[in-house]
């Protein structure tokens, strides 16, 4: 049977359902947490349209004992309580190419939260998916962001000046990534160990 969540030391990584939507709208709809998001501001109603059909998709992967190659995860404390969202997206075009996406909460900033998020983003890739390669993007002011990127070991592979616009202000993004096999995964096969995602 396939295994629908992971409990880590000090977080709960599970599988996102239609219920955790409204959370994740909640978070991304906050001006803070949106503030180097080029998709925000939006509307819940388009968080509830983009986030569904890959939940649903989701959902019939594990219904048919498939693991889904793309999955959108929800990190959660010991009590239940939301903490931030996360996703691994499979790269069209890209044979083992893996997408890392993460959103957290104000709440959650600085406490390690969006690192061991990313960690468990990158053990799934590699253990559950086969990753032959992870990749990331963020905006070039989203400091946050881009020292995870960093510390996980992927590198700045490139920039694309004035590629997103954002309440009429464009900015850089940023593209980070790696092949696995030029990253130190032993970071990742100790959470992987811990987790029981190998």
Not at 26 to 55: H, K, N, Q, Y
Not at 79 to 95: D, K
Not at 176 to 183: E, N
Request: aromatic content about 12%; overall charge negative; charged content about 20%.
């Amino acid at each position: 049977m396939i295994a629908t969540s992971w409990q880590g030391s000090t977080e709960v990584f599970r599988y996102g359902t239609r219920a955790d939507i409204a959370k994740i709208a909640a978070m991304l709809t906050d001006p803070e947490v949106g503030r180097w998001l080029w998709f925000t501001p939006a509307p819940a109603e388009m968080f509830e349209s983009f986030f569904a059909p890959f939940i649903e998709a989701q959902d019939q992967d594990l219904t048919a004992g498939k693991v889904p190659q793309t999955a959108v995860f929800v990190v959660e404390n010991d009590a239940g309580e939301f903490l931030g969202q996360g996703a691994v997206i499979a790269v069209q075009g890209s044979p083992g190419g893996f997408e890392i996406g993460f959103q957290l909460p104000k709440k959650s900033w600085g406490r390690g939260v969006g690192t061991r998020l990313s960690e468990f983003l990158c053990a799934y890739a590699i253990h559950q998916c086969a990753a032959f390669r992870i990749e990331g993007a963020c905006l070039e002011g989203n400091a946050g962001s881009r020292a995870i990127l960093a510390k996980l070991g992927l590198a700045l592979e490139g920039t694309r000046p004035d590629y997103r616009s954002k309440e009429g202000t464009r900015h850089a993004e940023c593209l980070y990534g790696a092949p696995v096999s030029a990253l130190d995964t032993s970071r990742f096969e100790r959470f992987a160990s811990q987790l029981g995602l190998r």
